[in-house]
């Protein structure tokens, strides 16, 4: 809910939205999040088989899938920190997306480029130790060649990153 909030939101609907964040989830935002996470791993395991298809000739979709599911699981460290990071500032304390996006990398240098700042959250060190997980699972499942695994890893990842910051840019973090 949190991240709605962009620097032109009115500062009653800003507080209205930290009231409603503060409050636990139930229902279907339960439900969601396992069903979002199972769906950017089928999508996932599907784009990362074509592309190992098309630099080794080898791509079999449910080693990629299983190895995807387990690799994203790095990603929620980073998920956990952030939660406690920004439960411990205060709800109140958040009037921007740069004040919800903790991270641990070059982007927690950056305090006023907002463009900057959406660009180098990507680099963080649950992101770089993602990606050599996907390195590890292109060599493992293909046989390929450290050189094509990553090719296929930087490919996948970088789509991956186009899309979370496309994502924060139309969520406000422009």
């Not at 500032?89 to 996006?101: C, F, K, W």
Request: aromatic fraction near 10%.
């Amino acid at each position: 809910m949190l991240g709605i909030i962009t620097d032109d939101t009115s500062p009653q609907v800003a507080q209205a939205l930290r009231d409603s964040a503060s409050k636990p989830a139930v229902g279907l935002s339960l439900l969601w999040t396992p069903i979002g996470y199972a769906i950017s791993v089928l999508i996932g395991a599907g784009i990362i088989t074509g592309l190992a298809a098309m630099f080794t000739a080898k791509g079999k979709f449910m080693p990629f899938f299983t190895g995807l599911m387990f690799a994203k699981l790095v990603l929620i460290p980073g998920s956990i920190l952030m939660y406690v990071i920004v439960s411990l500032r205060g709800v109140d304390s958040i009037n921007t997306m740069m004040d919800l996006i903790w991270t641990i990398g070059p982007a927690m240098f950056v305090t006023s480029n907002k463009l900057l700042f959406n660009i180098l959250s990507q680099f963080q060190l649950f992101e770089v130790w993602y990606f050599v997980l996907l390195v590890i699972l292109v060599q493992k499942v293909t046989g390929a060649k450290r050189g094509a695994s990553i090719a296929v890893a930087a490919i996948y990842w970088l789509l991956g990153a186009a899309v979370a910051i496309g994502g924060l840019a139309m969520g406000g973090l422009k």
